[in-house]
């Protein structure tokens, strides 16, 4: 598969626990409630600033939080505890995108997040980036945990919902990360849909739609093939029903209302799968896309054979009609006239084809750039004796 450049961007960590009391560490010094409370901070700081050891400090700020939360340098402590959860979760996340898709790292990843969420709860980058890659996973046939996947797709949106940026939280980083979540997740929720065993088609459809209608310069969404194959099977699932129900029918039933009627939901279905085809066949360009190139092509060219037997040149002008833009509507067409005997001209069956989804284009930072999260603002307060408190 085609490697996939995540955008990796130098997060702002929203400032849940960010800092901002420099000043009073250098001029003030903490009141502790106990020896023991003093004791287990002196301990902390000892471990990050004089030692420079951060996972005997990590390990110490967070024992020192949990069992003195109240304290007045707790949020130093959990200042800590985030910038090292931060850099590992980064680590994992670089390791994750180099090479193909490994449940292994995935598993890594999503519990580096998970226990990130716990001291900052839905902070947009570490969720967004959880649901990339768990949705990547999926669709690459790495993990077939789709539950998973969704509950961090639907949170993601949620979170990127609004066009404007968290505070502290720049728009110039906000912006393509939003992009790729409204991208991605919903692309993941049409596919989820669809895999149920009784999907709601309508809903699939929605969500690839809403999908294709983010226009990243770099492609992301707009030209995607992997949305209008998606979008086409779920048409396809409406068609075979009706096909079914048609073939089903005597001959005498094809000719007579019954028959008139169920073509008459059956041709724009077809209609709407000979465009997204042309759609997949218009920007599955690259040597990865070549299995959805080519299966979108054999199911284009038998619809098209079936409508518009009267325009052998109109296959290839459609195509050419979406190269440069996938998601503009699709240009007028007559059908081929109906013959007397409506049961010579059956509908073709459906392709039962599942060709292997390509990774989609992205936008962020080219190959190779891995900016860490920003880290928590603030010092810790120093190791001073304060008047201890019984």
Avoid at 61 to 68: I, M
Avoid at 163 to 184: D, K, S
Avoid at 190 to 195: K, Q, V
């Amino acid at each position: 598969m085609k490697k996939f450049c995540l955008l990796l961007v130098c997060a702002l960590l929203s400032g849940a626990f960010a800092l901002s009391t420099g000043a009073y560490a250098q001029t003030q010094s903490p009141k502790f409630k106990s020896e023991e409370e003093q004791k287990a901070y002196e301990a902390y700081y000892n471990a990050v600033y004089v030692e420079k050891n951060k996972l005997k400090g990590f390990d110490l700020a967070k024992g020192f939080v949990e069992k003195f939360p109240d304290s007045e340098v707790a949020s130093f402590a959990k200042g800590t505890i985030i910038n090292k959860l931060g850099e590992d979760f980064q680590t994992s996340l670089n390791s994750f995108y180099q090479g193909a898709p490994d449940a292994s790292k995935l598993q890594a990843l999503l519990s580096l997040g998970d226990e990130y969420l716990k001291w900052q709860p839905d902070q947009v980058y570490v969720t967004a980036h959880m649901a990339l890659a768990s949705s990547r996973a999926v669709l690459s046939t790495v993990v077939k945990d789709l539950n998973r996947a969704k509950a961090l797709a639907e949170k993601s949106l949620a979170l990127m919902e609004s066009p404007n940026p968290p505070a502290n939280y720049p728009a110039e980083q906000y912006g393509p990360l939003r992009e790729n979540v409204l991208a991605q997740s919903n692309q993941f929720l049409g596919y989820y849909e669809l895999e149920q065993p009784n999907p709601d088609l309508d809903r699939a459809i929605a969500f690839l739609t809403k999908s294709s209608l983010v226009k990243n310069k770099d492609g992301l969404g707009w030209k995607d093939p992997n949305n209008y194959w998606l979008r086409a099977s779920a048409y396809q699932k409406k068609y075979s029903k009706l096909s079914n129900e048609y073939r089903a029918l005597t001959d005498e039933q094809k000719n007579a209302e019954q028959g008139k009627a169920l073509l008459e939901q059956i041709n724009p279905l077809i209609d709407k799968m000979i465009d997204d085809y042309a759609r997949v066949v218009a920007v599955a360009k690259a040597e990865t896309a070549k299995p959805l190139h080519d299966a979108a092509k054999e199911s284009l060219d038998a619809f098209w054979k079936y409508r518009y037997s009267n325009l052998p040149n109109g296959q290839t002008d459609l195509i050419r009609h979406f190269d440069a833009d996938p998601t503009v509507e699709a240009p007028a067409r007559t059908p081929a006239a109906a013959t007397p005997d409506m049961s010579a001209s059956a509908p073709p069956t459906a392709t039962t084809s599942k060709p292997t989804l390509t990774a989609a284009p992205t936008a962020g930072s080219k190959n190779g750039s891995k900016a860490a999260p920003a880290k928590s603002k603030g010092k810790a307060a120093p190791a001073k004796k304060g008047k201890k408190k019984r």
